[in-house]
């Protein structure tokens, strides 16, 4: 701006009207930059108070406090609680330093399973020190339960904790916070990371009533005993519009290209239902490389999204312009790039990595959910793609194809046993859907020696094979998928000569779909 004003006045000759001119144009790419800056990638100010959180002055003493939480309960015997800085007004963790006891009384379905790690019936945790995330009622319980004082907490465990999420575990838990602190809904989300001393040292225990079917979790991140021990549906009442999944994808308008060196170049017309009253951030599943060059409404308004670097916690989120409640639909634009979600293995053919998400799905959708589809593809020349609906425009020199299913697609508990039954349509049905309704099977493929079908690689013919022998092969598929076998064994049993389809949907499920 100063250099600006002393251009203007070395200008003898321009005048007021031309001055003011000027300076609309420069205050409008001002505002204008500023609008883009605050659209972009992690740029929302609660997002970034919530990445960068740290402990705040509050803390207190507590005393035999129990906390309990669905199938977990927390004695805190004696230590200090230190609170983190509030956001929007509230306090969403904690850090608790002295002697606590956890127990966890699972139901009997799970029970067999943690006692391989305990080696006891009954799981019961002693610990010095747990670091606390929370958008429940835990703030307001502790503080009632305790009595101010003024020593203070180390920081440490606290950073600890969020290396753990955001390098370890990959997973952003500042965007899952962040759904509960732009809604106007009370927030159910509670999470303890224990330091345990009997069992495990790194312990997770988890409520979280965004996800879809088990909302309980306790795993242990120990590099040398990683795993899910535990995993269950809450208990008690269960509100319609305040459990589950934030929201149910209607409507997916695909527009992808594969481009010889396996660049994957997209756009998305997500139309989605909420399910939640109060959703403001949506979490969608984007393969970690595909990075999000921009996110609109369906009129073209810029919006903020998160996601972070490809190597760390790089879930992909949208924040709307308003709050949604349960039942309210919304579209979204999204323009993506990146690769590594396909890999071109030489000689034509090309791997896919990102099976249910090389377009942004929803992420943990349950069985039963329906969606339809609109996709085009613009492939390398010389290639020929195979896709989940009907064929509504074949490839012409351009090497663009285009599909859509008109009836919502769906999935199945036995997609496997139903693989190939699906196989032996003589024509695809847009009713029939692979394992995970997110996920369309898309192929890309290319002539492949009939005796050397790798195991990623699934055929698929356009003569199908006999009901008779279709009936007989469900049986071993279902037969090997109980004893967990690979479905690559089977390939065998397959009388016909196909071409080889690269399914980036799942493979179990590729179908006939024809030729474009």
Known sequence: MMFLIRTLRAAARVTLAVLLALMAVVVTGHNASAQNAA???????????????????????????????????????????CFVNSVEGKVTGAVFLGDGNFILNPPASERSMLKL????????????????????????????????????????????????????????????????????????????????KRYNGQELYTIDPHEGRDQVDFMTYDENKFGDWASFPTSGER????????????????????????????????TFTANLNGTRVVPLNLFRTLRVRSVTTGDGQPLSFIQEDKNDDAQFAVILPKTLAA?????????????????????????PIARENWYPSNPGSGFGEYATYDMTFRIPKGMQIAATGCNRSPIRKRQVGYRSCSTPLRGTRTAREGACSARCMTRLKSRWAPWAPWAPPVSIRKPWPKDNWPCNFIPITSACLPSSTCKSRSKIVADKARRGRSWCGFRSAITSTPPCAINLGWTGATADTGRL
């Open 39 to 81: 659209t972009g990638p992690n740029s929302n100010p609660t997002y970034q108070a919530l990445r960068n959180l740290t402990l705040g002055s509050e803390s207190v003493g507590v005393n035999n406090l129990e906390l309990k939480r669905d199938a977990g309960t927390f004695h805190l015997r004696s230590g200090t609680v």
């Open 117 to 196: 790690l305990t080696k006891e019936d009954e799981f019961s945790e002693n610990f010095n020190q747990m670091v606390l995330r929370f958008t429940d009622s835990s703030y307001d319980d502790i503080k009632k339960g305790g009595s101010v004082v003024t020593s203070g907490c180390d920081a440490g465990p606290l950073k600890d904790s969020q290396h753990v999420m955001r390098h370890k575990l990959k997973s952003n838990l500042d965007s899952r916070i962040l759904e509960d602190v732009l809604s106007p809904e009370p927030g159910g989300l509670f999470i303890a990371f224990i330091h345990g």
């Open 239 to 270: 509100k319609p519009g305040m459990i589950g999944q934030p929201i149910r994808i209607e409507h997916q308008q695909l527009d992808t290209t594969l481009e010889k060196n396996a660049n994957l170049i997209g756009k998305s017309k997500t």
């Open 327 to 351: 039942g309210e639909p919304f579209t979204i634009a999204t323009e993506y790039e990146g690769k590594e979600a396909v890999t071109n293995e030489g000689g034509g053919n090309y791997l």
